[in-house]
């Protein structure tokens, strides 16, 4: 079968660090996506992981352990704008399609 | 600019009724799907397009019907036999789904409730 696991809640202090973890199970894995959801709104595309390491893009990294099925998404200078849900999916499955994870809402204080 | 547009933003069932929700993008996109969101839930897949005249049940197509007859339109039906509608559905788009690393794009969702 297919299972995502990621926290449910986290907090953080502005400026700080944070690292949110998602562990896969899956077959046929070709690829992991993280999105960010802001509360009532779409979700927005912020890394894609298909080779095991660290992509970075600004204030946002996403790592991939293919061999451990285990990505994290960093967050650095933490703004009260990134309090938001963070959706860890993962392309796999026999029809490819995405699965999601149940989201981890970050809520970051002052 | 380019995006995808779902409407109403805010829908109302009553019993016994069907009810569509309109998906359209012009981001020239091949692939479009539609999503269940429920609160505390992953997005859940209901129905997915690769090419226009075909169609693939999700995971939880059960009460759901669509059509894809043109390119940029992806409507979904709500029918009477999906008996707990209230969600927030979400439609997107991708790229060709040969290319794994294309990522979906979302509309901004509309929330149905019954009444």
């Known amino acids: 079968g297919q299972n995502i696991d990621q926290p449910t809640e986290m907090t953080a202090t502005e400026g700080a660090i944070v690292q949110i973890n998602c562990t896969y199970q899956?077959?046929?894995?070709?690829?992991l996506f993280w999105y960010q959801q802001h509360a009532g709104e779409a979700p927005t595309f912020l890394s894609y992981n298909v080779l095991d390491g660290l992509e970075e893009k600004g204030r946002f990294s996403s790592f991939l352990s293919r061999s451990k099925g285990y990505s994290y998404l960093l967050l650095k200078e933490l703004q009260m704008k990134d309090s938001a849900s963070y959706l860890c999916?993962?392309?796999?499955?026999?029809?490819?399609?995405?699965?999601f994870g149940k989201g981890t809402k970050l809520s970051v204080k002052p | 600019d380019g995006g995808i547009t779902q409407s109403p933003k805010y829908l109302f069932r009553k019993e016994g009724q069907n009810v569509t929700l309109s998906c359209e993008q012009n981001?020239?996109?091949?692939?479009m799907y539609w999503y269940r969101q429920d609160p505390g839930q992953g997005l859940r897949l209901i129905y997915y397009?690769?090419?226009?005249?075909?169609?693939q049940k999700g995971d939880i197509a059960e009460g759901y019907s669509v059509s894809r007859e043109k390119k940029e339109s992806f409507p979904l039906t709500v029918t009477s036999a999906q008996k707990n509608p209230t969600a927030f559905y979400l439609c997107?788009?991708?790229?060709?789904?040969?290319?794994?690393?294309?990522?979906?794009?979302f509309g901004d969702g509309t929330r149905l409730s019954i009444l």
């Open positions: 899956t077959s046929g894995f070709n690829g």
């Open positions: 999916a993962v392309t796999g499955g026999s029809q490819g399609n995405l699965i």
């Open positions: 997107a788009s991708s790229g060709p789904r040969r290319y794994s690393n294309q990522p979906q794009h």
């Open positions: 981001l020239n996109h091949d692939a």
């Open positions: 397009s690769q090419i226009v005249n075909d169609f």
